[in-house]
């Protein structure tokens, strides 16, 4: 195999280079684990997936994903950016709207739907989520980190959805984007805890856009600020139903991510009492060929 087909695509967002990258290598049948790995320390994205045979029945596709360092069973983005970049090459077809995605987390239920405007809109369900809830000083201490008040009544929690995030709501989205949090005290504090890291929201006063602003940093791994990030703004929107708040921000919500990095990130959140799904647009910036070189033999 002296190439084979891969595209860079920007997921959450409509808008090229304005979301977050995931690289999708569209034909790694005769790759070895191995080779995933290099390539995937190769291209330095967050994720970079690969699409292999199925072996589960009811599949319509098999993708491994890989960060630069490990693979990971499941992951938000690069769900939705390897399903569009399957249905945009032809390799699959929604089935009465729906996919189903094999991975090492098993069999991931996606929606794929079309809004007035063209978009193609993918979501997937969240995993089920855990809650712990900050005590007092911890909700002090994650006050400083973050250099701003919580929101008064709504003790942050840690949120686990296979990733850990420390939810905490700020008062506004103003107060969302104005926080300059002390990074390496967060990276500290979330080795300790065994966090992924900590999601900060806060409600648009004039939701005409969206409903909330949100940002999510991850230092412990590498990730002072992640863009635009799927199980983090999934987590808000569970933190949202445990909290008693789904009345107040709707059963629908859009949230904005992003602003802070020179990026556009949009989530659509759909909380109901059984499921929540994590949904978004997808935008293919690079398509080609990779080349395989004598170090992948």
Known sequence: MASIPIKTVDVFTSIPFKGNPVAVVLDASELSTDQMQQIASWTNLSE?????????AGADYHVRIFTPGAELPFAGHPTIGTAHALLEAGMIEARAGGLVQQCAAGLIKLQVS??????RWISFDLPEATFTALDADQARELETILGTSLEAERAPCLVDVGARWVVAQLPSAQAVLASQPDLQRMKVQDGKGRHTGVVVFGKHEQPAQAGIEVRAFAPAHGVNEDPVCGSGNGSVAAYIRHTGQTAEFGNTLLATQGAAVGRAGQLRLVISENAIQVGGNAVTCVDGSLHLSSLLR
């Open 48 to 56: 970079t997936t690969f699409i292999v045979p199925t072996t589960a």
């Open 114 to 119: 079309h809004a007035s405007d063209g978009r």
